[in-house]
């Protein structure tokens, strides 16, 4: 696919591609040329959903926007991006309460269940895997996250009894930048604090894991998400435009 400096691309393949930045582009011309070059990748390798995200200052350039109109894709969401610096995060009896199983722990249909369940009444609608199959989606994040996905991939209980997932991990290209993958409570227990419990534990082991900061992202719909994100000490600091191919 296009190579420009600064761009940065997740290739969940052949399930999804997100370009997260699209770079330093010079010219409408040269953005012309990089959509074209994505068509045929698209095209070729045959995925099932791509997406690109334009930041703040690139939305206010109509020229890109109108081009990615004509090729076909159209504004999905509107992200708010929160970020965290995790020196002085501390553990509470509270968080101790919720145990963690990872893959080598639990059986990866029991994670599949849980995480589908979680997506359900989601506020993120129109996030860019939101159209994919829980196996899809499984699949690509494989791909993205690489072989140490086994470890990202964790069901959060409450005695016995799962009441979401978390799927922390540095992200790919980086040292100690902590992202989560996917981070969600099961229906029967949202507004109840454990968005906030998980959510912190969720930070903890970013943390344990070399993570020194902590970026999420929610939608600009989910109120709810954006809460626990200011509860547990996370500042509001860009809004991103998510940008998807029609089917």
Known sequence: MFATRGAKILDGTPNYVVIEKIGQVSSVKHFEGILGEVKEYVKEKGIRSVSIVLNEKEVLQTELTGVLEAFGYRMQEIQHLYERNLSSLNMNKQIES?????????????????????????????????????????????????????????????????????????????????????????????????????????????????????????????????????????????????YRLKD
Not at 159 to 179: A, D, F, L, N, S
Not at 199 to 212: D, E, F, P, V
Request: one cysteine or more; hydrophobic letters at 35%.
């Open 98 to 242: 919720i145990e963690i199983k990872s893959l080598e722990q639990t059986k990866a249909d029991v994670f599949k269940k849980v995480w589908m369940e979680a997506r359900s009444g989601s506020l993120n609608a129109h996030n860019p895997h939101s159209a994919l199959s829980i196996e899809k989606e499984f699949e690509g994040m494989k791909s993205e996250l690489g072989p140490n996905y086994i470890k990202s991939c964790l069901t959060a209980f409450y005695g016995k009894v799962p009441i979401g997932v978390t799927m922390p991990h540095i992200e790919p290209g980086t040292i100690h930048e902590g992202r989560l993958f996917y981070f969600g409570i099961l229906p029967a227990y949202r507004n109840s604090g454990w968005g906030e419990v998980l959510h912190k534990r969720s930070l903890q082991m970013l943390k344990n894991i070399g993570a020194t900061h902590y970026i999420g992202a929610t939608g600009h719909k989910n109120i709810p998400m954006q809460r626990i994100f200011q509860v547990n000490g996370c500042q509001l600091f860009e809004r991103k435009y998510t």
